[in-house]
């Protein structure tokens, strides 16, 4: 998608500070981090959201909360972090390109807000 946000931003074509990249995924910090880690997940291919997707798209989810844990480890945080899919404008979704926040290295309430 030529003006989705995070497109522009898995192609490099709007800078970020990049965490991680595959041939299928890209993660970067969040502009407006809630926590000392607070890193988006996206799938390089455009997928609107979770309530967008498809069976087509189980396995691009699943990388996405894979490369999560994988930085959660690299980041030693890995008893205590949160990945998040936020869903619809109700949820606080405000980019419509599927992202996982991973959201970790402070105390997490539960529930959430
Ligand atoms: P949502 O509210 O849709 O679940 O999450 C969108 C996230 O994207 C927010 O946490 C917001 O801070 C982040 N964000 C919005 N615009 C940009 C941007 O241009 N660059 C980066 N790195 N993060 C962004
Ligand atoms: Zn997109």
Request: net charge neutral; charged share 25%.
């Amino acid at each position: 998608m030529r003006d989705c946000l995070f497109c522009q931003i898995s192609r490099g074509e709007i800078p970020s500070k990049k965490i991680y990249e595959d041939a299928y995924t890209f993660a970067f910090e969040d502009i407006d981090p809630k926590a000392p880690t607070h890193v988006l997940v996206i799938p390089k291919k455009h997928l609107a959201g979770l309530k967008e997707a498809t069976a087509d798209d189980a396995e691009i989810i699943g990388r996405c909360h894979l490369v999560a844990a994988k930085i959660a480890q690299d980041r030693k945080i890995e008893d205590s972090y949160r990945t998040v899919l936020n869903v619809g404008p109700g949820s606080g979704q405000s980019v419509f390109h599927l992202h996982v926040h991973l959201v970790g290295g402070r105390d997490l309430r539960w529930p959430p807000g």
